[in-house]
């Protein structure tokens, strides 16, 4: 299956918020709740951030939050801080033979 | 807490072979699938392929399909990749990950493999 389309930049000042939109067709994101998010700073490993669509992990701060609106998922940051900077990846698990595929990815920068 | 250490990676010729290891410590390794998910130098992250708790169920991305093998030895808490016939576009960092439902909820460091000749 193809991979979910996410724009390649998005870019906020400190305090603003910004979307991330993460799109896939009926079959995929538009038929089930299993997108996921992850932030990847640089040169460190991808970390947890929304899964099931909406759900934050514990530890994860309430400024971020997820949403779905047809065949599109998004990504919102609140009060956007300096550290938040980094890349962000939308991901889904379908019921498919090859059951996950990521977004290509988003870079956040910070102004 | 929860670890993944990967270990494994170097440089390898086309053509060759290499096994990567993930020890898992801080968590029931046996009660979780586990996966492998790759990111080539520069771009975004590819999954590679998983496996159930039991490694009963086992899948894989269409771009490794007959040439990886993942396994899992859960007496030992680990989860392998064994990597053969391997092609310049396989240069990736590889991230084991603990797979918390319908998401990779913990990832290890990664390991760096490189095929080159």
């Known amino acids: 299956q193809s991979a979910l389309t996410q724009p390649p930049s998005v870019s906020g000042s400190p305090g603003q918020s910004v979307t991330i939109s993460c799109t896939g067709t009926s079959s995929d994101v538009g038929s089930y709740n299993r997108v996921s998010w992850y932030q990847q700073p640089p040169g460190t490993a991808p970390k947890l951030m929304i899964y099931e669509v909406s759900n934050r992990p514990s530890g994860v701060p309430d400024r971020f939050s997820g949403s779905k609106s047809g065949n599109t998922a998004s990504l919102t940051i609140s009060g956007l801080q300096a550290e938040d900077e980094a890349d962000y990846y939308c991901s889904l698990y379908t019921s498919s033979s090859t059951p996950v595929v990521f977004g290509g990815g988003t870079k956040l920068t910070v102004l | 807490q929860v670890q993944l250490v990967e270990s494994g990676g170097g440089l390898v010729k086309p053509g060759g072979s290499l096994r990567l290891s993930c020890a898992a410590s801080g968590f029931t390794f046996s009660d979780y699938y586990m996966s492998w998910i790759r990111q080539a130098p520069g771009k975004g992250l590819e999954w590679v392929s998983y496996i159930s708790s039991s490694g009963s169920t086992i899948y894989y991305a269409d771009s490794v399909k007959g040439r990886f093998t993942i396994s899992r030895d859960n007496a030992k808490n680990s989860l392998y990749l064994q990597m053969n016939s391997l092609r310049a576009e396989d240069t990736a960092v590889y991230y084991c990950?603990?797979?918390?439902?319908?998401?990779?909820?913990?990832w290890g460091q990664g390991t760096l493999v490189t095929v080159s000749s």
């Open positions: 990950a603990r797979e918390g439902g319908y998401d990779s909820d913990y």
